[in-house]
C-alpha cells in the first residue's frame, strides 16, 4: 500500500506544481507586444495558450446591451441563428470575454467588457448585414444616399471613386433581397443587379486602395457574379450603387468590366472594419432594436475585485483556524489540501477559461466551505472510532469509509442544484446566474478530489511513517487504563 501512496504523492505534487506554473503565469504588459494582456502558457512553446484572468462585465466595466427583434413571432431556430451571427461579429470586434445569449423568446443580451468604441460596436452588432448592387437608374449620384420607399433620399457624404476589380475575400450568408422595400410603392424601381446571399465564401478582404482609402473587397459567384459583369459590359459609365442595410455605402461611375467582384471605399478603417465584420460573419435573419443599453464603470468592480478577496482570505483563514483548533493535525492536513483545492480551481478557470464576475466570485468562496464539508464528515468519524478503542489507521479507514456515502450524496444534490441554476441564467440570459452556478459546481467536483483523494493520501502516509501515533495529535484524548480492584477486606 505505501508503494501506492507514494505514487499518489508524487501524481498530487505534479498536479499541484502544474496548477501553480498556471496560476503564476505573468501577464504581458510591455507596449507595442501583439500579445499584451494575454499570459502565455506554456510561454516557450509556439502552441502556447492565453491562460490570463478573465474578469466579467461587472469587474472590468464595459456596455450591456438588451436587442430585441422587430418581429415578435420569430422563431427559437431564427434567434440561435441571430445569436451565433452577433457572437461571431463580436469576436470579430476584438472584444475578449464578451458573452451573447438569448432572454424569452425575442430578444438577445450582448455584454462587452471594456470596448473603447461602444456606439461602434453596437452599429456593427445589431447591423442587419444585408449587401446589394443597385441600379439607380442611370442617375449619377456623386453624395453618400439612402434607398428610402423605393427612391433615392441625398444626405450628406462624399463621392466614392470608381469601382475597379478586386482580389478575394470571407464569406456571408443569405441575405434579403432589397426589391421587398420596392413593393406597393411609388416612384423608380431599383433593379438589384447582385445580392449578397452569392458573397464567395472566403472573398471578403480588408485593405488600403492606391488613394491610400480603406476598402472592403469581395467576389461574388453564382447568378449574382454572371449579372454583375453582364450589367457593367453594357452601362459603361454609368452609376451603380452599393447599399447595405437599404444604405447607399458606395455610388461609384463604371469604369470597366467587372468579372463578378468589387470594393466598397469607406471614411475610415474603424468604418472599413466594421463593414468588414459584418460582411464576414453574414446577415441576421431579422432586424433588432435596441431596446436597453448600459454602461458600467471599471470602479465598481475594482472596489468587488478587492472586496472579493479580502472575504476570501478571511474565509479561508477562519476555516483553517477552525479545522486546526477542532482537529489537530487532520485539521493540517485539510488545510494544506484546501489550499491545493484553490490553486487547482484558480487554474481550471484560467485554462478553460472561466471569466469571473461577482456572482462567480461568490460561487467560489461558498466552495470552499464546501470543500472542508467532506473532511469534516470523515473526521468526526475518525475521531468516533478511535473513542471506540480502534487503532489510528484503522480508525482513519474506517472515517472515510462510512463517510463517503455522506459525502457522494450531499454533493449530488449540491451538483443537481447548479445545473438547474445554471439552465435557469442559460434560457433567461442571466448571465451572474451562470457564473454563480459554473464556480460552485467545478468546486463541488474539486473538492471531491481533495477532501477523498488528497486527504486521505496524506493520513495514510502519516500513520504508515509511524509518527504522530499520540491519539492527542488526532483531538482525542488516550484512553484511561482501568483501574486495578481493590483487595478484598479481611475479615
Partial sequence: MRRRELSLLALIIAITGLA???????????????????????????????????????????TQVLLRSRDPNIIAEDLQAARQVIENRVNGLGVSEATVTTSGADRIIVELPDVDQPEQALQTIRSTGKLEFIDPLNQQTGQRE????????????????SLSS??????????TNAVELQQAMSGPVFNV???????????????????????????????????????????????????????????????????????????????????????RYGSLPVAFDVETSRTIS?????????????????????????????????????????????????????????????????????????AVDGNVLIFARLKEELRRGRSIGAAVEEGFLHAWPSIRDSNIATLITTMILYWFGSSFGVSIIKGFALTLGLGVLI?????????????????ESGAFQNRWWYAVEEPTPPAAPRAAEAL
Fill in 20 to 62: 501553480l506554473w498556471i496560476d503564476f503565469t505573468p501577464t504581458i504588459t510591455a507596449e507595442g507586444d501583439p500579445n499584451k494582456g494575454k499570459a502565455l502558457w506554456p510561454s516557450a512553446t509556439t502552441w502556447a495558450q492565453d491562460v490570463h484572468t478573465r474578469l466579467g462585465l461587472d469587474l472590468r466595466g464595459g
Fill in 146 to 161: 439612402f434607398l428610402q420607399q423605393g427612391r433615392l433620399v441625398r444626405t450628406s457624404g462624399s463621392p466614392t471613386p
Fill in 166 to 175: 478586386t482580389d478575394p475575400l470571407t464569406e456571408t450568408q443569405t441575405v
Fill in 193 to 279: 443587379v447582385a445580392d449578397g446571399s452569392d458573397l464567395k465564401p472566403g472573398t471578403v478582404l480588408p485593405g488600403i486602395d492606391q488613394g491610400g482609402q480603406p476598402i472592403v473587397s469581395f467576389e461574388f459567384e453564382g447568378d449574382s457574379a454572371t449579372n454583375l459583369q453582364q450589367f457593367t459590359a453594357q452601362n459603361i459609365g454609368q452609376p451603380l450603387s452599393i447599399v447595405l442595410d437599404n444604405r447607399v455605402v458606395s455610388s461609384a461611375t463604371i469604369r470597366d468590366v467587372l468579372p463578378g467582384s468589387g470594393q466598397i471605399s469607406t471614411g475610415s478603417t474603424q468604418e472599413r472594419d466594421s463593414l468588414y465584420n459584418v460582411l
Fill in 298 to 370: 471599471a470602479t465598481l468592480g475594482e472596489d468587488s475585485i478587492r472586496a472579493s478577496m479580502v472575504a476570501g482570505i478571511v474565509g479561508l483563514l477562519a476555516v483553517a483556524l477552525l479545522m486546526l483548533v477542532y482537529y489537530r493535525l487532520p485539521g493540517f492536513l485539510a488545510v494544506v489540501a484546501l489550499l491545493i483545492y484553490t490553486a487547482i480551481s484558480f487554474a481550471l478557470y484560467r485554462l478553460i477559461p472561466i471569466t469571473l464576475t461577482l456572482a462567480g466570485i461568490a460561487g467560489f468562496i461558498l466552495s470552499i466551505g464546501l
Fill in 447 to 463: 473538492s471531491l478530489l481533495t477532501s477523498v483523494v488528497i486527504t486521505r493520501t496524506f493520513l495514510r502516509l502519516v500513520v
